[in-house]
């Protein structure tokens, strides 16, 4: 079964850090473009950050730069999200998808929620 699955989301406090994963079962994880998104109530999903396949060259969501950090081990077949100095707009549940570069084909995971609040 093809499938991603998000893990590690929660209730935070303003200033506090989170460490998101995503891993993947039934595909080849090497193969695809991994990235995190998220969506806020009211608010329309959003890219925060992408890892290519080889794990470098990531970029992010400018609100996002200097305080999330994305990667990933293909040998665990995981992506990962850190988010350090969280506050409330961080608010969200925070999806990841894989993109093939081989078939374009999209996958994604059923999404974690993120809440920072005091």
């Known amino acids: 079964q093809v499938q991603l699955v998000e893990s590690g989301g929660g209730l935070v406090q303003p200033g506090g850090s989170l460490k998101l994963s995503c891993t993947g079962s039934?595909?080849?994880?090497?193969?695809?473009?991994m990235s995190w998104y998220r969506q806020a109530p009211g608010k329309e999903r959003e890219l925060v950050a992408i890892i290519p396949t080889s794990g470098t060259g990531m970029r992010y969501e400018d609100s996002v730069k200097g305080r999330f950090t994305i990667s990933r081990d293909n040998a665990k077949n995981t992506m990962f999200l850190q988010m350090n100095s969280l506050n409330v707009e961080d608010t969200a549940v925070y999806y990841c998808k894989g993109v093939s570069i081989v078939t374009n084909q999209a996958i994604w995971g059923q999404g974690t929620q993120v809440t920072v609040s005091s």
């Open positions: 039934g595909f080849t994880f090497s193969r695809y473009v």
